[in-house]
């Protein structure tokens, strides 16, 4: 990366102690997976605070049937090659947020396979009618603790069966009311399937500095199963947000380069070498 300043790290949201520790570190790729644009955070933007930042951004647009609700979704190889149109000739690279199980019908492999990865996460469950439940707006009521947690790794293990992802985002996230009790409700366990199930199916781990997860337990058992990692941000309403949390967490993981996600050849991405599950 570029030489900064102290009070260019301060403006660029990466605290000088964070990023001197990354560089200490060795060349570990600084690489923002989970941006999306907004009104309010262009693809002009994006690509300037990239540059500013020397953190190159992964850019998603959320993918998948209409049914999803989102402002933008893409539904079809048309609107997606419009996307991929977009980001073309820009120093990013070109994602997907992928929404719900059934996204994959939605695409044929060849054009997803042209992205440089798709992503997704587990914070959309189906209710008891099956309908979509996004467990981080208001009101998300995830009933009681222990059942609950039964429930969501059971999800968490069918999105990322299912799904042939690149990146599985926000590993761990508990909805809010559960949220204080994280260290007591992700026992090894419960973390243990989940884990099996990215190494089995080779998806990458997010380090998330958006929610500050996964915490190390998970991060140690992930580490130990040989799983990559990637950086997010996930920003919402704004620009990218830092990456502090990232790069702490690399440093007190002691990831090296080698443990990080790359983008795959278009033959290797996961939408090519994995098996539907139906
Ligand atoms: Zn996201």
């Known amino acids: ?5 102290r ?23 600084l690489v923002d997976y989970h941006v999306h644009l907004n009104p309010s955070f262009t693809l002009d933007d994006a690509v300037a605070l990239s540059a500013q930042r020397g953190v190159k951004f992964g850019i998603a647009e959320h993918a998948g049937t209409k049914e999803n609700k989102y402002r933008v979704i ?3 190889d ?4 419009q996307w991929m149109a977009r980001l073309e000739g820009k120093p990013v690279y070109k994602g997907i947020q992928a929404e719900w199980l059934d996204w994959m019908s939605c695409f044929s492999k060849e054009t997803v396979a042209r992205l440089d990865f798709v992503l997704s996460d587990a914070m959309t469950i189906p209710g008891p009618n099956g309908e979509r439940l996004m467990m ?3 009101g998300f009521d995830p009933g009681d603790p222990q059942e609950f947690m039964d429930r969501y790794v059971a999800w968490n293990v069918k999105v990322i069966e299912t799904e042939p992802l690149d990146i599985f985002a926000h590993p761990t996230w508990l909805p809010a009311p559960l949220d204080r009790n994280y260290d007591a409700l992700w026992t090894p366990e419960r973390m243990k399937p989940i884990v099996a199930a990215l190494k089995r199916t080779g998806t990458a781990v997010e380090i998330d500095s958006a929610y500050d997860i996964p915490r190390m337990p998970f991060l140690e058992m992930a580490k130990d199963a040989g799983l990559k990692f990637s950086f997010g941000s996930n920003s919402g309403a704004g620009p990218a947000n830092a990456m502090d949390f990232c790069l702490d967490t690399a440093r007190n993981l002691k990831l090296a380069k080698k443990d990080f996600f790359v983008p795959a050849p278009r033959a290797r991405k996961p939408i090519m070498r994995r098996r539907a599950v139906s």
């Open 74 to 76: 893409l539904s079809d």
């Open 1 to 5: 990366m570029r030489h900064l300043s």
């Open 78 to 81: 048309r609107e997606l090659e």
């Open 7 to 29: 009070r260019d790290f301060l403006f660029a949201g990466i605290s000088a102690p964070a990023a001197l520790a990354a560089s200490a570190a060795s060349s570990l790729p």
């Open 136 to 138: 981080w707006l208001r």
